[in-house]
């Protein structure tokens, strides 16, 4: 697959602080690609630097053909971006925004057709103050549209929304997809970067730890396996049993429950019928998350650090 | 960039706040000041008049006094009264013809007379020497006498012009300051922490048209806010306009450029709307009094005056005053135009210096 985007030993320095620290990675035409990472990771500059937002302080990028350095307004033609919290223009409505930034571009969509597509056809007088979280976050999309580019940058689109909003934004997500458009997208939630993304880079500290497809990080992962369970019955003897296989944790919040990470289907079963002795409430037994993935990389649980943060 | 600037003008004409500083708060000052100082024509205060008299003499000085139109007066029957309403100064002076003056027969009193209040020395003046005048010329005509002296008179300045055409010509400056520094500091520091000014750097778009159809939407406002403030001032409250109304209005845009240059400089140096909005007050307000918005400044101490005399709007409002008042050409005292080009000039490098719309 041909590459639309291409960055080599990308550099950000703010003072002495490396905010991005030589980064490489490339971009696929018509892939789902995620910068994933905790707040400060560096994933927004990095994203700011490729949609020529601010200079890099060294590195190579290439975008659609185009040298980042000498083709900016060329780059700008043919790239939709999102900004994280970004707002719009107080005193103009939904439709009146859409075409003033279509004005901006040598060729514009229809900003009706646009609304539309995410059902804010009825608002299109609106102005955005007046409109929900999940609207607003909904037209913030659209309106990256609005000169039909070849590829969308979405920063932390769905922060801040309810998982219904959440899961809407999804729907749309995948319908951009599927008009061939090329998306990278930013997001500190493990289980939206499952579901959307083709691909992923984890970033921490300015730097990539792994890069890869969503899948194949998962399964390429030292304990695959997990087991989640809640059980009265439990005791130290069952846990010091399955200690023996595998990483156990107690899940945070909820009494008796538990995790284990396993590495092969056979202490998977050896597990289970530990287990079966203690008659569980409740087991469920599945394959690892992007979470873990993480969790592995860095030996930190990012919702904890946003939390934290 | 006609589309951007259609834009901008729409959301000036949604803004409220914006249309209160450029409109409703230099037509208060209009309407204010009209009020206190705009209807009267140069009258100088109000005397009551007690004539008993129905002598040609005595009706003669009534006309005279009545056409001369210094003084309004109030007619009383009951000098008691009128001399009452001068204690509560609603008159500043009160003339009484007593009955018989002038006519032509023996006793018949040969004087007035005027009731004075220290309060008023302004309307006494005008009366005592309008009462002199007038008998003299009486006294000559009677004795057939030509006067071997006298003076000719000439006014330097014919056209009529009162303390509200001046303070017209000051709101003019004022609501140009206000809406320019404020308008544009606080636009461009919310546009910045909205990141809309960030998101416009995403798009293809040249920052100058950016900057350029902000500027002009607001200049086209501008005109619409001095014509509105001329014609209410002029229509409603008798204001005076001697001078060309193009050249007026081409020097209020002058105005107008160089304020919007100072709300871009405030921009770049305020983090926040609110710290732009704090900061363009802190210039607007002392400005509006040290550069002799409401009262001329040469009046001020002196080492005061050497000093505010070149505030950015001191000497825009010397050239609008010329323009307006006097029908100046705008080169006549062209040491003006130059602080405001040089004003100009340093708010331009400021701002291209340091207005960025987009941190790095």
């Known amino acids: 697959m041909p590459k639309v985007i291409d960055v080599q030993n990308l550099v950000k320095k703010y003072g002495k602080l490396n905010a991005v620290n030589d980064i490489s990675f490339s971009v696929n035409r018509g892939e789902v690609f995620g910068l994933l990472g905790e707040n400060g990771a560096g994933k927004t500059t990095t994203l700011e630097i490729i949609e020529g937002l601010r200079k890099a302080t060294r590195g190579k990028i290439i975008v659609l053909g185009h040298d980042i350095k000498s083709g900016t307004n060329k780059i700008k033609e043919k790239i939709g971006v999102e900004l994280q919290s970004s707002a719009y223009y107080r005193f103009l409505n939904l439709k009146e925004i859409l075409s003033l930034f279509g004005s901006f571009y040598q060729k514009s969509l229809d900003p009706t057709s646009l609304l539309k597509m995410v059902d804010l056809e009825d608002k299109a007088k609106s102005y955005v103050g007046n409109i929900s979280g999940g609207q607003k976050q909904r037209f913030s999309i659209i309106a990256s549209l609005i000169n039909d580019p070849d590829i969308v940058f979405l920063d932390e689109p769905t922060t801040g929304l309810d998982p219904l909003a959440r899961r809407h934004l999804w729907e749309i997500i995948n319908k951009v997809k599927s008009q061939g458009k090329t998306i990278v997208l930013t997001t500190h939630y493990m289980e939206e970067a499952e579901v959307l993304c083709d691909r992923v880079a984890i970033m921490d500290k300015g730097k990539i730890l792994t890069m890869g497809e969503t899948h194949s990080l998962i399964e390429h992962l030292k304990k695959p396996y997990t087991i989640s369970f809640k059980a009265e019955r439990v005791n130290e003897k069952i846990l010091t049993d399955l200690r023996k296989l595998g990483d156990v944790k107690k899940e945070s919040g909820k009494t008796n429950a538990y995790e284990i990470n396993l590495q092969t289907q056979k202490e998977v079963n050896g597990a289970l019928e530990s287990l079966f002795k203690i008659k569980p409430e409740c087991l469920d037994v599945g394959r690892a998350t992007l979470e873990d993935v993480f969790i592995e990389l860095t030996g930190k649980n990012i919702e904890e650090e946003e939390n934290n943060a | ?336 135009l130059y602080i405001v080009f040089g004003w100009i000039i340093i708010m331009l490098i400021l701002a291209i210096s340091r207005f960025r719309l987009t941190e790095e």
């Open chain 2, 1 to 336: 960039m006609l589309k951007l600037f259609f834009a901008d003008l729409k959301m000036l004409a949604r803004n409220r706040q914006s249309l209160f500083w450029s409109l409703m708060f230099p037509l208060m000052f209009t309407a204010i000041f009209g009020l206190f100082f705009g209807r009267s024509n140069n009258i100088g205060g109000s005397i009551g008049l007690i004539n008993k008299s129905n002598s040609e003499v005595a009706q003669n000085y009534q006309k005279a006094l009545t056409e001369a139109k210094i003084l309004e007066i109030k007619n009383y029957d009951d000098v008691n009264i009128a001399k009452k309403n001068l204690g509560k100064n609603q008159i500043g002076a009160v003339i009484e013809i007593p009955e018989g003056f002038g006519e032509k027969k023996p006793n018949a009193p040969t004087q007035i007379k005027i009731y004075e209040d220290v309060a008023s020395t302004q309307v006494t003046a005008l009366v005592t020497g309008f009462s002199e005048k007038f008998f003299t010329a009486l006294n000559y005509q009677i004795q057939n006498v030509k006067p071997n002296f006298g003076y000719a008179e000439e006014k330097t300045n014919t056209k009529t012009l009162s303390y509200f055409d001046f303070v017209l010509a000051g709101v003019l400056g004022l609501a140009l300051m206000n809406s320019s520094i404020i308008g544009i500091s606080v636009s461009m520091s919310k546009y910045r922490e909205d990141k809309i000014l960030k998101r416009i750097m995403t798009t293809p778009v040249k920052t100058w048209k950016f900057v350029l159809a902000e500027v002009l939407s607001r200049l086209t406002i501008n005109l619409v806010q001095v014509s509105i403030i001329l014609t209410v001032g002029v229509f409603g409250f008798n204001a005076h306009i001697y001078g060309n109304l193009f050249i007026l209005l081409l020097m209020a845009l002058l105005g107008g450029v160089l304020f919007q240059l100072i709300g871009f400089v405030v921009a770049s140096f305020s983090k926040t709307a609110d710290a732009a909005e704090g900061m363009a007050t802190a210039i607007t307000i002392p400005m509006m009094f040290l550069a002799g918005v409401f009262f001329p400044i040469d009046a001020l101490p002196k080492w005061l005056y050497s000093f505010v005399q070149y505030l950015p709007l001191a000497p825009l409002l010397r050239i609008l005053r010329g323009v307006a008042l006097e029908a100046k050409p705008i080169w006549d005292n062209p040491i003006n």
